[in-house]
C-alpha cells in the first residue's frame, strides 16, 4: 500500500515540474490538503508529514473534527464547499479562510463574526446548474461589497471548472479566473485540484486544493 509521505512526495513533484515548466517559483503555490469526508486522523498525520493548510467543504462535518485538530502548530483550515448565510457564524469561528464567499450579503454576515477573517470570492464560470459562485457579471460589486467589510481581508478568487478526465479542459476556465483577478488587483488565485493542477498552475494558480492524489477516493456515504 501507497503510504501518505509517498503520495505527498509524488503531489510535490507533480507541483515543482509544474512550477519549472511555467517558469514560477515553487514557492508562488500552496498546497491545500482536502481533507473532506476523512476523520480527524487524516488531518493529524497529514500534519505530521509537513502539511499546513486544509481545507474542508462543510460546516457541520468539520465542527466534529475541529476540536482535535484546531490546535495543530502552525494550521490553517479554509472552507471551501458553499456556506449558507445561516451558518456563517459559526463558519467565521471554525475556519481561518472562507473561499467561497459569492455575495455581499454573505460577507456582511461573515463581518458581523467580529474577528478578523481572509476570504476570497468564489466566481462561477461554468453555466453549470449545479455549481455555487459568483456571476462573473456581479464580480465588481461583490468585490466593492467585501471590501467595505472591516473584519474581511480580500485575498482573491476561486473557482472549480466543470469536471472532465481531461485537464486541458479547465484551461479556459483557469485563464478566465486569472484575468478576473488581475483586474480586481487580487493576488490569489485558488484552482486546480487532484487531476488539473499541473494546467492549474501552468495559468497562474496560488493554491491548488488537492483530496484524492493525497488521500485516496472518497468513500460516498
Ligand atoms: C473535493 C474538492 C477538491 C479536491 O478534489 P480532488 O479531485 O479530490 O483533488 C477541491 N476543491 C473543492 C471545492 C472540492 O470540493
Redesign the pocket.
Known amino acids: 500500500m501507497v503510504g501518505l509521505k509517498d503520495r505527498i512526495d509524488e503531489v510535490e513533484s507533480r507541483i515543482a515540474a509544474a512550477c519549472a515548466r511555467a517558469g514560477r517559483r515553487r514557492d508562488e503555490v500552496t498546497l491545500l490538503a482536502?481533507t473532506?469526508v476523512f476523520p480527524a486522523q487524516v488531518i493529524l498525520d497529514a500534519h505530521a508529514a509537513g502539511l499546513r493548510e486544509f481545507?474542508e467543504?462543510y460546516v457541520q462535518e468539520f465542527e466534529t473534527k475541529a476540536p482535535l485538530v484546531s490546535g495543530l502548530d502552525g494550521a490553517r483550515f479554509h472552507l471551501?464547499?458553499h456556506l449558507q448565510s445561516n451558518k456563517s457564524r459559526r463558519a467565521g469561528e471554525l475556519f481561518q479562510v472562507v473561499q467561497t464567499v459569492d455575495s455581499g450579503k454573505l460577507a456582511r454576515r461573515l463581518n458581523e463574526c467580529c474577528r478578523p477573517l481572509e476570504v476570497m470570492i468564489e466566481v462561477k464560470l461554468s453555466t453549470e446548474e449545479s455549481k455555487y459562485g459568483c456571476e462573473p457579471a456581479n464580480l465588481p460589486q461583490v468585490v466593492d461589497e467585501v471590501r467595505a467589510c472591516p473584519n474581511l481581508t480580500l485575498t482573491g478568487l476561486m473557482t472549480?471548472p466543470p469536471w472532465s478526465d481531461d485537464a486541458e479542459a479547465s484551461r479556459p476556465y483557469f485563464a478566465r479566473l486569472r484575468q478576473l483577478a488581475a483586474a480586481h488587483g487580487l493576488s490569489q488565485l485558488s484552482m486546480g485540484?487532484?487531476?488539473d493542477l499541473e494546467t492549474a498552475i501552468e495559468e497562474g494558480s496560488t493554491m491548488v486544493?488537492?483530496?484524492?492524489?493525497l488521500f485516496g477516493s472518497?468513500k460516498r456515504a
Open positions: 482536502v473532506k481545507g467543504n471551501i464547499g472549480m485540484m487532484s487531476h486544493r488537492v483530496g484524492t492524489a472518497r
